[in-house]
T-cell receptor
Framework: AAGVIQSPRHLIKEKRETATLKCYPIPRHDTVYWYQQGPGQDPQFLISFYEKMQSDKGSIPDRFSAQQFSDYHSELNMSSLELGDSALYFC???????????FGAGTRLSVL | GNSVTQMEGPVTLSEEAFLTINCTYTATGYPSLFWYVQYPGEGLQLLLKATKADDKGSNKGFEATYRKETTSFHLEKGSVQVSDSAVYFCALREAGGGADGLTFGKGTHLIIQP
């Protein structure tokens, strides 16, 4: 079965650079979620989209933005990167009406 | 706000031992409750869920019962295997939460020794 696809799997950036993470949800899933997991930490919810509209907002910094496109894939844009942004970034998707989030394998971002 | 508290790890057990990982929550209303498992270097996999009081979620020999009176969702398994070694996260989502994100506990690292 198809799963949530995230790219790239690994990304290395320097301070003050920008990064774009991509997420391709499971086919026919219309809701996408982004989470950040720091080393040894629990995942923290950042933002979600339903039918291409922002739905819920968590602890997403102002330097980050995201959107969901017409094909339901989503991108997380991160600017002015800081050392503390180094983390595993997960995308999850869910179909309408089903209270389950399916997670991708994550993108590991390292900021040097 | 919502919060999830789970027992600190690491939890080290011998193979075939009985497992309990405690999880309690604070939330408004009646949230849905989940256990996710994360193997090294991998993403989060849904292990089981429960959406209302007294529901029991079960999967792969793991069980958890939604206890509203004690606001708990403890994870249990009767006989653990080495392959169960992973980090386990308890999580909740508010009732009628639409596209609300999950609130996770800090995770419990489980180590099973042969």
């Amino acid at each position: 079965a198809a799963g949530v696809i995230q790219s790239p799997r690994h990304l290395i950036k320097e301070k003050r650079e920008t990064a774009t993470l991509k997420c391709y949800p499971i086919p026919r899933h219309d809701t996408v979620y982004w989470y950040q997991q720091g080393p040894g930490q629990d995942p923290q919810f950042l933002i979600s989209f339903y039918e291409k509209m922002q739905s819920d907002k968590g602890s997403i910094p102002d330097r980050f933005s995201a959107q969901q496109f017409s094909d339901y894939h989503s991108e997380l844009n991160m600017s002015s990167l800081e050392l503390g942004d180094s983390a595993l970034y997960f995308c999850a998707s869910s179909p309408e009406g089903l209270n389950i989030q399916y997670f991708g394998a994550g993108t590991r971002l390292s900021v040097l | 706000g919502n919060s999830v508290t789970q027992m600190e790890g690491p939890v080290t057990l011998s193979e075939e031992a009985f497992l309990t990982i405690n999880c309690t929550y604070t939330a408004t209303g009646y949230p849905s409750l989940f256990w996710y498992v994360q193997y090294p270097g991998e993403g989060l996999q849904l292990l089981l869920k429960a959406t209302k009081a007294d529901d029991k979620g079960s999967n792969k020999g793991f069980e958890a019962t939604y206890r509203k009176e004690t606001t708990s969702f403890h994870l249990e398994k009767g006989s653990v295997q080495v392959s169960d070694s992973a980090v386990y996260f308890c999580a909740l989502r508010e009732a009628g939460g639409g596209a609300d994100g999950l609130t996770f506990g800090k995770g419990t690292h489980l180590i099973i020794q042969p």
